[in-house]
Each structure stands twice: as structure tokens, then as C-alpha cells.
């Protein structure tokens, strides 16, 4: 199944979804790639905001802005994986019998199927700005990525 497809059957599906993901096996580059396919998105979705603040500051390029977001994301690496790590062990707590790897699957899944939201998250930021339109749009975000991953690490953890 090609990724768009998969994506897309995610938002039907998602317990399904991460049951494909998982009988694929243990694969952790192919996790990675999941955290990267995320991250990219997510870095491609912050150029508009980049482009309008360097404009508003009356800079003659928005490349330094651009540059350290790049930076930012890719700092971002070890917070992810953090995270999935306490959301196993949360689950763990509450009685889940799954694995690392499992919640690893479940959490970057999840971030790589919110990503195209992220890039209108950040369309609606560079054209539009703060307001209203954008807190809205990122509370969509926000809230579609907590279904995705709770009902994913859910799956996961059932073992």
C-alpha cells in the first residue's frame, strides 16, 4: 500500500492500520523513516510562517529563519522518542502488554498521518497569521493527533 493510501486509511481505520504496520515485523528504519516522513512535513509546513515573519521584519531573506527551524526539528528526535517510551510505560502501568517498539510504531504513525494537517496548520499561519483561524486550525491538529496516538497505543498495548 503506497503511503498516501495508507494515510488516508488511517483516518478510517486506525486500530487496523497499526495492526498492518505491526505485522510487518520488527523494523526500526523503518520507524525512523515514519519519524522522518513527520519531521519533513512538519519542517516543509513552517516555511510560510518563516516567509512572513521575515517580511514583517523587513528581512531581506527568510533563509536564517527557515535554517533554524531546520535545526529545531531535527531537535526534536530524542523528544519523540521520549515520548513514545512514557506512553508505553504509562500503558504498562494501566495494565498494557505490548512493546517498545510497538508504542514506537504508534506514536510516529501517528505524527506521520497528522503531518498533512501540519502543513495547513502552517499555510494558515504564513497567510493568514495568529487569530483565531490558526488557534483553531491548531487545535484540530492537536486533538486529531490525541485520538490517533491514544487510539493507536491502545492497539499497540493490547498485545
Known sequence: ???????????????????????R????????????????????????????DAFLAKEASAAPRILARALAVLATIPLWYGLAALGHIVARAMGGQGSWYGARVALFW?????SPLMLLQGLVGGMIGP?????????????????????????????
Open 1 to 23: 500500500m503506497t503511503v498516501t493510501t495508507d494515510l488516508v486509511a488511517t483516518w478510517r481505520a486506525p486500530r487496523a492500520a497499526l495492526r498492518r504496520h505491526l505485522a
Open 25 to 52: 515485523g520488527q523494523s526500526e528504519p523503518f520507524v525512523f523513516t515514519l519519524l522522518l516522513v513527520f519531521l519533513i512535513l512538519a519542517f516543509v509546513g513552517q516555511w510560510p510562517v518563516a516567509a512572513r
Open 110 to 114: 501517528a505524527l506521520a498521518t497528522v
Open 131 to 159: 487569530g483565531p483561524g490558526l488557534w483553531l486550525v491548531s487545535a484540530v491538529v492537536g486533538v486529531a493527533f490525541l485520538w490517533l496516538w491514544l487510539t493507536m497505543l491502545h492497539e499497540a498495548e493490547r498485545g
